[in-house]
């Protein structure tokens, strides 16, 4: 199980002066106070010379616009460097085979228009699941992204949203689905393999030219040949292919499970969390667009517990006052008032009980503001 308590250290989105003349300081920019926060955390112990540091980031989807901004992640690869490691920004493809984020070019043309480039962070980018996302290593049973299984330490820079199917997304999720490959991923959100309706279909072949596995004559399906990655249900467009999506708290049990297969593969002294508590929107940036943040800022939180620091995370909304102009009801803008339970009606704490009770962390923590 999880240590019985974790430290979350965190620097507030606020600076801390406040008289005019001195407001052309650099020095309180949240992106320079960083290096106060990676300090508390033992960043620079953590990070030992020559290591290959992965560090984990979402780069959102084409009409995002609301991700975790570039210039936060170049600080914390300058970090990493003057610790002595050799970063590289990272992300893994999605669910499908048409969607461009389902591929590594995709990706990486997303992460382009999104500002995430070599030059604007300032370390290479990799796709650490290959080109179509089916590059892994197998740990606890879950498609651990290659280039991050073989990283020696693992960096998970999260932008702390809601989920419509989790109730949010903060550093276990980042975990469960943001560092595995295709495989872990249809685990996660479908139950059982895929079927074809044939009283639906009209066999017009689309879902076998999409699949991979060459696992499809229409209107059967050979499981033994499906390698998980969903494209037959987005490309059918009849919708005779059955995939049966999860959400809820089963959904959330497997993120849970999908993350220890991911600290497993890096090993459990070899991953640190930084969560950004920054324009905290109702949905996840794999959304086409991005809605009004759902409280104020809060700032970043750093922990190598995950469980702690989305514990933390979840706490610190809950005390936060709820912006009116959002989608939150009325009855959940009062601070102390739950945020994420009232968008989506989900139990956003299930990934924290279930994270703990895997062994990933403890959900018992204190925060404790630098900076």
Partial sequence: MGQA????FMVSSRAPVREPERWSSRRYSLVSRLEVLARRVGLGEFVEKGDLVAVKVHFGDRGTTRMLRSIYVRRMVELVREAGGR???????????LHPRSTAVGRLETARDNGYTQETLGAPVVIADGLTGFDYRVHAGVEVASA???ADKLLVLSHLT???????GGAIKHLGLGCVAKPAKFRVHI???P???????TLCGRCAEVCPGGAISPPEVAHERCVMCAGCGEACPEGAVR?????GREICRRVAASARG??????RENVMFFSFLLEVTPHCDCCAFSDNPIVPDIGVLASADAVAVDAAALELVRASPGLPASMLPEEALPKGREKFEHLFQRDARVQIEEGERLGLGTSEFSVVEVG
């Fill in 5 to 8: 308590h974790a430290k979350v």
């Fill in 148 to 150: 991050i299984a073989e």
């Fill in 191 to 193: 139950q059982g393999m």
């Fill in 195 to 201: 079927e074809i309706d044939a009283g639906r279909c």
């Fill in 243 to 247: 995939l049966r999506w999860l959400e």
């Fill in 87 to 97: 970063p590289f920004v990272t992300e893994t493809t999605g669910l499908g085979m």
């Fill in 262 to 267: 991911v600290v497993e593969a890096v090993g």
């Fill in 162 to 168: 809601g989920h419509f199917t989790s109730g949010f």
